[in-house]
């Protein structure tokens, strides 16, 4: 196994989060020649170029989603997302930890390109110590005038602001971050309009994934060819995936896009713990169907996890082994939505309560068979009839775990206890 | 314009229709929570879920705009299973406890469930509780158990008023309706969110386990409390008024209430109501009183003639009711002697009366003296309605304090106390000196020049009259007090190209409605009848839902007038002030009680219908010039009843010519001796009209309004205290409270505070501030 290294590559330089380190491994090279070599609607055509897609989950092209902005004279905003809140998905984490002067690079050259003058850092409410970093990194980007008026005399300006949320995963959905950011409830707006034409204070915003920005440094140093060279034609590129679960090396591994999902598993991640074999995935944080042992083989890009049933999303990879229970799964990351759902509509809300409940009572032996018609009656009332993708994001595991291991229920609820033994933290709620 | 098909039926609507609305229009039932059109789209119950070709999933009505060529099915075995599904989650958490609730029979959760809903539950896990009957102010409760988070109530606040008073309080399944800060709302148009509310989750007090709707009766009537008339449904259960809603008119009003009128429709139950006839200090039979009162009337128009008869009306009857008066004195009694009372000395021309539409299209809404959120507050939602569609909309307020509020932020010229109308007529002259109606105007003006509260550069003067002159859609609100506003807004409307409309924000409430029926409203009719009795012409009045003591801008004149006439009569819902000054006391009905025509301030009749018989033995003043016709042997034959509608013009009473413009005098500005204050009267509909018991809370405790500065001088901290006054008619004592909008040396009050009569001491009387000692012994 060769790990290739562009976003975390200087992850294991002591010292990487402070400028001067930073700048002594190359750092704030990009931007010099983003600045220097590049008119901003260059850099748009270049990422255009690139493929590079966002890595926040949906996947959406990046250069489309900038070339989206109105050309009307409105102030334009860049949001980063760093609300990273999705259950086994870790690698904005590590990069604003870690190594923040990539991000605050990236961001440079994204809101030159995009022709911001203001840009925002969504921080998720959880990330005390990344939000420190943050603030510290971007004080150090001002003193060395990567930040502020008139950016290394090229005649571009910046302002970064480090906004920490108050933990909300749903302040993660792009509309309900800038509700937040603007100092409201954090629950989704209507779309239309996108916030590429109405976002922040309703001027014209970008919104994107701290990972993707942290694309922008390479991208400019090796150029969209490079970026080329790795993945596949529809999805180029590196991706880090956070693997978690039962392997022996749980951690953040940055991949050349369409690398097999069991490369990542045995060889990145060192295998399954304990020698037991894999029973299912979750390959793309909590929000997707799981993967079965036999679907191993699938390479790691959106169009065939697509395919596979399942998506690529965050790139949050949960390895579950052969003596875990799918019910107990299924109520915990249910459980999770559940608290999560900001309350907006009706089917998120009640919905991800109920079918909690109905899990829970399941895996404590106590289901009846009448309960898993319900589970999929509920699965399909709240199914595409949300507001926002958190009702059927909360659907992705259980709706795919009763399809793939339908004994599994059935015998809880015709037992009357777990086959595999788990115990729930708390089984029911009240 | 967009062509779809909803069922299979075709329509045409404008661009940015939501399906919702469309389908509406052609009468097919589409189920909403959360939307409303005031509002806009939420999409947050997902109850309106229709199937739309060529989507792969059921969207929202309520939030899909048509598109040429849609089609949509609102029906259909995906979109009835979407919308059961989304009852069965709303229910699962609600307590299902119909059979308690006031909502119960009036309920879109019932009715719907009714509909599409699933006939058995599944849910069997436990409900999650929440907080129940919880008031969240005087009137209103909250059931958080029952409700379905639409959020109209918080978006309404927040939103439409602009008052956040409301808001979402936790996450998920456990959210809630809150106050903000948990405190009570304490907005003048809370009730509406009871109107708004779907479900049993937001209930009136005063209406709680009143009745079944099943037991009700109700009526459509207007709001008898201001100038506005906004229209309401009454709700009556066994000869009582238990409750009052706004009645929305489709396409013309939303049917906002302010809590004034939603909440203050018990005057006809509270204590000090007259359920009998009062002769000389005793209560007396009906029939003896009828039999006294004719006697009186008999031997009056014997020994003095018609003339010495005279008329008192105020501003409670119908149009009708004026009618008959009217012609009561005309053919039974012969006297020309008909006044209606008044508190204000501004008449304004049928021909400048613009209508509430003016509002919807307004680019420039001035308000002249008064603050239209304490006079006529709905006419405040208007404008803020207005303002949200149009955030380009100037607002000015030209008065003796800051007259604009945050809700509608706008430019305040801050003057001396009655001086708005020669400030306009100099500042027209400012822009347009050469116009001969310009010239007019200020022909006695002389040397006038404006002293302002708070800095205002000449420059901004200009503006202000440009904008007077060009502004696109002019609405003037104005108060009625300098009679010479008059002749400025003739001048503004013969100036301007566009159109000016001006709506009068002072009452009686059915003052034009009295117009019409043939009343002459006009001041120095009031004027000259009280200057006539005072003179010992006048020998026995009618007071007939007037109170001269409390109305008339001078008290002590009020009362000589009335202790000189030999015989009075009040006709009314209660006694009037000073009770000895009457010689009988009759109880007569008052809205709710009788049918009728009300006029607003547009100028628009509206009908209201009784629901109930007046108590005790009340009777419609028709009954009361019925029998006293008798006693004089005369017939009064009111059949046919008069239409007071004008077939040719609508609803709306048909404009007249235009007077000629006079000129506006110089002012005066009285000699002000240091720490004084200028008295300055305001509406405010919350004080001086009829009472009411569940108002009560809201009845404002400090009245009177100061400047911080004259307020720490004068030793009135927080929340306010009392201060005696003293003027050259005498002392009152009033309770006082800062408002930062008051500038230094005036204090507002509102007109009729019972204990504080502004008319004591007049309208802009100079007063100073003494010991409340020296009040209490006067």
């Known amino acids: 196994m060769t790990q290739t290294f562009y976003l975390l590559r200087n992850q294991a330089v002591p010292d990487i989060d402070r400028i001067e380190v930073y700048e002594a491994n190359q750092g704030y090279q990009a931007l010099r020649k983003a600045l220097k070599e590049y008119e901003p609607k260059a850099l748009v055509e270049m990422v255009k170029a690139s493929g590079l897609r966002g890595r926040g989950g949906a996947g959406f092209p990046t250069g489309m989603k900038w070339s989206f902005l109105p050309d009307d004279g409105r102030p334009r905003y860049l949001v980063v997302n760093s609300d990273e809140a999705e259950p086994g998905t870790f690698k904005d984490r590590e990069l604003i930890e870690k190594n923040p002067h990539l991000l605050i690079e990236g961001m440079i050259i994204s809101s030159y390109a995009t022709g911001a003058r203001e840009a925002y850092i969504y921080c998720r409410g959880e990330f005390l110590f990344g939000s420190e970093q943050l603030k510290r990194a971007v004080a150090e980007a001002y003193q060395r005038g990567y930040l502020g008026e008139n950016i290394l005399d090229s005649g571009f300006s910046l302002d970064i602001k480090v906004y920490r949320g108050a933990g909300a995963y749903i302040c993660g959905e792009e509309s309900a971050l800038l509700e937040s950011l603007e100092g409201k409830r954090g629950n989704p707006r209507l779309k239309p309009p996108f916030p590429a034409v109405a976002g922040l204070y309703g001027m014209p915003t970008v919104v994107n994934n701290v990972e993707t920005i942290c694309n922008l440094p390479p991208l400019v140093e090796n150029g969209p060819e490079w970026y080329r060279s790795m993945g596949t034609e529809k999805s180029p590129g590196l991706k880090i995936m956070s693997v978690s679960g039962h392997v022996n090396r749980p951690g953040n591994y940055e991949i050349p896009l369409a690398t097999p999902l069991r490369a990542l598993i045995e060889e990145y991640a060192g295998g399954v713990k304990g020698g037991r074999q894999v029973k299912a995935v979750i390959p793309g944080g909590s929000s997707v169907p799981v993967m079965t042992k036999d679907q191993l083989d699938t390479p790691l890009d959106y169009e065939s996890i697509l395919a596979a049933g399942s998506m690529l999303g965050s790139g949050g990879c949960i390895v579950i082994d052969d003596q875990t229970c799918m019910v107990a799964v299924s109520a915990r990351l249910l459980k999770f939505y559940r608290e999560e759902s900001c309350g907006k509509c009706t089917p998120c809300r009640e919905g991800t309560f109920w079918m909690t409940d109905v899990l829970e009572r399941m895996e404590a032996g106590e289901g009846t068979p009448h309960d898993l018609d319900l589970i999929r009656d509920m699965a399909d009332n709240i199914a595409g009839k949300c507001f926002c993708p958190l009702g059927d994001a909360a659907l992705g595991v259980v709706v795919s775990a009763m399809k793939y291991f339908p004994d599994e229920f059935e015998a809880h609820v015709t037992e009357h206890t777990c086959p595999m033994g788990a115990r729930l933290y708390d089984t029911v709620n009240h | ?778």
């Open chain 2, 1 to 778: 314009m967009i062509r779809l098909t909803i069922d299979d039926r075709e329509i045409t609507v404008p661009e940015g229709t939501m399906v919702v609305d469309a389908a509406q229009e052609l009468g097919i039932d589409v189920p909403i929570y959360c939307y409303h059109q005031a509002l806009g789209p939420l999409g947050a119950c997902r109850i309106c879920l229709v199937q739309v070709e060529k989507m792969p999933k059921l969207v929202t009505a309520c939030t899909t705009a048509v598109q040429e060529g849609m089609v949509v099915h609102t029906r259909g075995s995906a979109v009835d299973k979407g919308r059961q599904g989304v009852l069965e989650f709303l229910l699962i958490n609600h307590p299902l406890d119909c059979p308690v609730c006031d909502k119960g029979g009036e309920c879109f959760l019932q009715d719907y469930t009714f509909q599409y809903g699933s006939a058995a539950g599944r849910y069997d896990e436990p409900k999650i509780h929440k907080l129940k009957d919880a008031a969240i102010n005087e009137f209103i409760i909250i059931d958080q158990e029952r409700c379905v988070l639409c959020q109209r109530c918080v978006r309404f606040m927040g939103e439409y008023v602009g008052e956040e008073q409301l808001l979402l309080e936790g996450r998920g399944v456990e959210t809630v309706v809150s106050t903000v800060s948990h405190q009570p709302m304490d907005s003048q148009f809370s009730g509406n969110v009871i109107d708004l509310c779907p479900v049993g989750a937001l209930l009136s007090i005063p209406y709680r386990y009143k009745a079944r709707p099943w037991n009700l009766e109700r009526a459509e009537s207007v709001c008898p409390h201001c100038p506005v008339a906004c229209t309401t449904s009454v709700t009556s259960r066994e000869g009582h008024v238990i409750r009052v809603e706004g009645r929305p008119i489709p396409g013309h009003d939303w049917g906002w209430l302010c809590d004034r009128g939603r909440f203050g429709y018990d005057f006809g139950y509270v204590e000090d109501r007259l359920l009998n006839a009062w002769l000389d200090g005793e209560i007396t039979s009906a029939a003896e009183s009828t039999r006294t009162i004719g006697s009186w009337l008999n031997d009056t128009l014997e020994q003095h003639g018609g003339d010495s008869v005279a008329f008192l009306v105020g501003g409670q009857q119908t149009m009708e009711e004026a009618y008959q008066i009217r012609r009561f004195a005309d053919e039974v009694v012969g006297t020309s002697k008909v006044a209606v009372s008044r508190s204000v000395k501004g008449y304004l021309p049928l021909g400048l009366n613009g209508t509430f539409e003016d509002l919807d299209r307004a680019d420039t809404i001035v308000y002249l003296g008064q603050d239209p959120y304490d006079a006529v507050p709905v006419v405040h939602l208007k404008v803020r309605d207005r303002y949200r569609d149009n955030p380009g909309l100037k607002v000015i307020g030209i008065g003796a304090y800051d007259l604009t509020r945050s809700t509608v932020p706008g430019d305040a010229f801050v003057l001396e106390p009655g001086e708005e109308a020669a400030f306009l007529a100099y500042t027209l002259a400012k822009v347009a000196a050469s116009n001969p109606i310009i010239a007019r105007l200020g022909e006695e003006l002389g040397d006038f020049s404006p002293t302002f509260k708070g800095a205002k550069s000449e420059q901004e003067v200009e503006t202000l009259g440009r904008q007077l002159l060009e502004s696109e859609h002019l609405v003037l609100l104005w108060d009625g007090k300098d009679p010479h506003m008059e002749s400025v807004l003739l001048a503004l409307r013969g100036l301007r190209e566009d159109v000016t409309a001006v709506l009068p924000t002072f009452g009686p409430a059915n003052w034009r409605g009295f117009e019409r029926a043939g009343i002459a409203v006009d001041y120095d009719r009031l004027e000259a009848f009280v200057e006539e009795a005072i003179q010992g012409k006048i020998h026995l009045l009618f007071s007939i839902g007037a109170d001269l003591l409390r109305d008339y801008p001078d008290r002590e004149r009020a009362k000589a007038a009335l202790a000189a006439i030999d015989r009075v009569v009040s006709v009314g819902l209660f006694f009037p002030e000073q009770r000895e000054l009457y010689h009988a006391v009759i109880p007569g009905a008052g809205w709710s009680e009788v049918d009728g025509t009300y006029t607003n301030m547009e100028g628009r009749m509206q009908v209201a219908k009784a629901t109930v018989q007046p108590p005790g033995q009340s009777r419609p003043v028709r009954t009361y010039l019925g029998s006293w016709a008798h006693a004089l042997k005369k017939s009064f034959v009111l059949e046919p009843e008069w239409d007071p509608f004008d077939h040719n013009a609508g609803d709306l009473i048909a404009k007249d010519a235009l007077p000629e413009v006079q000129s506006v005098p110089k002012p005066a500005r009285p000699a002000m001796k240091d720490g004084a204050l200028r008295l300055v009267g305001t509406a405010l509909v919350m004080e001086g009209g009829m009472p009411s018991e569940i108002l009560q809370p809201r009845i404002p405790k400090y009245p009177g309004r100061i400047s911080l500065a004259d307020a720490s001088r004068l030793g009135i901290g927080e929340p306010g205290g009392e201060l005696g006054l003293r003027g050259q008619q005498g002392m009152i004592s009033v309770m006082v409270a800062v408002d930062e909008r008051i500038p230094q040396g005036v204090l507002v009050l509102p007109y009729g505070v019972v204990g504080s009569p502004l008319n004591q001491l007049g309208d802009g009387a100079v007063v100073e501030a003494v010991s409340l000692e020296e009040v209490s012994l006067r």
